[in-house]
């Protein structure tokens, strides 16, 4: 479903990604994890096509996105990527549901159908009682469940999380971890996750180790 091949990227003389190969499946819950400065974040923000490599490819549903323009990366991005971060970034002027259906929007569905994409995210999230909620009057964890399904009302292709967790208290962290594995039995989601969080990448189906540069180690989880 993603096959990275031959990524490298610099910026100046500074060498950040040294030839990265990876491929993940369609519903696998892949983490990365290593050293600040491994480079983790920056190949996550290749595979989103937030940042184009010096050299190499990544495909998405076998689309090459690093020969794509930058309008059509747009819309490829918009339907096919969801992005989580570790500070929801919801707009606060938004109620919750709003904040869900602006993607929707973005990418041309009508008021009814975003609506109701976003209704059924809510239910499933257990937040229907949240949804005119703006964020200042939500809580850590759900905020951080309005921002997953703000990645989610598109159906895309995968799911990018960075240190979704990282804000959140035990209790919350837990619940939002166990959320993915809801969402990828529901809708067959898959999820590339930069975390520091041994609890998460203990349980994620494997995970990718970083190291200057490179993938260092590949662990399947048993």
């Known amino acids: 479903m993603i096959d990275i091949k031959g990524i490298k990227k610099s ?3 500074l060498e950040v990604l040294k030839g990265i190969d990876l491929h993940i499946d369609k519903g696998e819950i892949v983490s990365i994890v290593g050293p600040s400065g491994a480079g983790k974040t920056t190949l996550l923000q290749i595979i989103g096509t ?3 490599p010096d050299s190499g490819s990544v495909l998405i549903d076998s689309v090459d996105v690093t020969s794509l323009s930058s309008k059509k990366l747009s819309d490829f991005r918009n339907r096919h990527i969801g992005f989580v971060f570790q500070f929801h970034q919801l707009l ?3 109620t ?3 904040n869900i259906m602006i993607p929707a929007y973005i990418a041309g569905a009508s008021s009814k159908q975003a609506r109701q994409r976003a209704d059924d995210l809510l239910q499933f999230m257990g937040l229907s009682d949240r949804a005119h909620h703006k964020p200042n009057e939500l809580s850590g964890g759900e905020k951080q469940r309005v921002a997953v399904a703000r990645a989610l009302v598109n159906s895309p292709a995968v799911i990018l999380a960075d240190e979704p967790s990282g804000s959140l208290d035990s209790k919350n962290k837990a619940e939002l971890h166990q959320l993915f594995f809801d969402l990828r039995d529901k809708y067959g989601q898959t999820f590339v996750i930069v975390t520091h969080d041994e609890g998460l990448a203990s349980i994620t189906d494997r995970t990718i180790k970083m190291r200057d540069g490179l993938l260092v180690q590949d662990i399947i989880t048993e």
């Open 11 to 13: 910026f100046g003389s």
């Open 96 to 98: 919750a549901i709003e």
């Open 92 to 94: 606060p002027e938004f």
């Open 50 to 52: 937030l940042d184009r």
